[in-house]
């Protein structure tokens, strides 16, 4: 055998073996898995070197020294290049005396690369113009001593997206495609709000208890100061209500929120009176300010009688059907509101709207609802708790 066969043979040994070799497959399957891993360990180490040297940064919110490690971070998951530490780039600046924070040229770049030994020599800048984020990755061959490619975005003034920012641009630079609705929420300002480009508003959760006055208005008020002799309850129109508000957040985009509120409370105990209620509304609040707006059912335990008015001839009034009324055909039935009579559980929709006031941790919630009917009733709430913050950046 010549030298320079045995040169060829000494250096592609592990390829030959493997072709000599792939006909005894069927017998020994051990043998075929063992070549397979040998020959995919060589073109594993035969990844090009990869080297992330400087990034230029000017934009105060982000530290300009963390910009590369953070962009070695975001190019492992490709699995394009063998990446080289920041020790090691470290000890070679070091070495030849080169300084990182003034090395974006493409000449100090391909020189840098060359003392790390180095394929490929990665390099990023990061600029802010007004309102908008201009962010630049270069990618540099350093055996052609040339700019291999280079590609560049710009993007909403989000420090806490930078790393989105970067896998963006990696996307472009490897031609990866990127999802356009993140892209879009991180590029154009017009976007929709969402819990990506703004990020910085908590959940705001009023959960806490809640107090008031509820008032009832027309017929339902004058039942109320009736004599209860009549029927009536000798009371004044307007309850105290106290209960608590549970709540229950099923969607959150940026500064708004929708969710359930869950209002157990108890009407007229300033009057000697017990109503339970149980309202259940679903609304929509912006964690910003604190407004919101909600609507849904209520269920209220009142007592009720059975009454009547005649469908013609009468005076077209409702009368209480006591045990001795005769009933026909010419009456129509219905349960009213009657001390004299038994509990029963009555439905109404509620709307509500209102704010919260904010002092240090503590959130006032206050709101104004309406129960719409013939007889309108109407009223106030307030609380108080010391949980989520609105405007608080998520941490």
């Known amino acids: 055998m010549s030298s320079s066969n045995a040169a060829i043979n000494s250096e592609n040994w592990p390829y030959s073996f493997a072709a000599n070799k792939i006909s005894d497959m069927k017998k020994s399957p051990i043998i075929a898995l063992i070549l397979i891993f ?4 060589f073109s594993l180490a035969e990844q090009p070197r990869l080297a992330v040297v400087s990034a230029d940064v000017h934009y105060s919110p982000l530290a300009k020294q963390n910009i590369p490690e953070l962009i070695r971070i975001q190019l492992v998951p490709f699995n394009r290049y063998k990446i080289v530490d920041r020790y090691e780039i470290a000890d070679v600046l070091q070495a030849n005396r080169i300084k990182p924070d003034s090395c974006f040229s493409e000449s100090c770049l391909i020189y840098t690369g060359q003392k790390l030994k180095v394929d490929k020599v990665l390099t990023a ?3 802010q113009m007004g309102d908008v984020l201009y962010c630049r990755l270069r990618l540099i061959d350093v ?55 703004n990020p910085d508003y908590g959940v705001l959760s009023l959960t806490g208890p809640r107090m008031g006055y509820s008032f009832l208005t027309r ?7 009736a004599d209860k002799t009549s029927g009536g309850f000798d009371r ?19 500064k708004f929120q929708a969710l359930f509120e869950f209002i157990p409370q108890v009407l007229g105990l300033d009057q000697q009176l017990f109503i339970p209620s149980f309202s259940i509304l679903n609304g929509l609040r ?3 300010n604190g407004f919101e707006f909600a609507i849904g059912p209520t269920i209220n335990a009142v007592k009720e009688s059975r009454f009547y008015k005649f ?36 439905s109404y929709v509620v709307i509500a709207a209102g704010m919260s006031l904010r002092s240090g941790k503590l959130n006032i919630p206050i709101n104004l609802f309406v129960v719409p009917s013939k007889d309108p009733r109407f009223g106030f709430s307030f609380g108080f708790n010391a949980r989520g913050g609105g405007g608080q950046k998520m941490n």
């Open 38 to 41: 040998i020959c995919s360990q």
């Open 125 to 127: 800048s990061i600029d």
């Open 143 to 197: 055996g052609k001593s040339e700019l291999e490619k280079e590609v560049v975005r710009e993007f909403i003034c989000l420090p806490e997206k930078i790393g989105t920012m970067i896998t963006i641009l990696l996307n472009d630079l490897f031609g990866e495609l990127n999802d356009e609705v993140l892209v879009r929420s991180l590029s154009n300002k017009n976007t929709y709000e969402n819990a990506v480009n």
């Open 219 to 225: 017929k339902t008020a004058q039942i109320i100061k």
């Open 236 to 254: 004044i129109p307007a309850f105290f209500q106290f209960g608590y508000q549970f709540e229950q957040e099923y969607l959150n985009e940026g």
């Open 286 to 288: 912006n964690n910003s």
């Open 311 to 346: 469908k013609t001839g009468g005076d077209g009034e409702w009368h209480y059907l006591s045990s001795g009324t005769v009933t026909t055909e010419n009456m129509d039935f219905d349960y009213r509101l009657d001390s004299r009579g038994d509990i029963r559980l009555k």
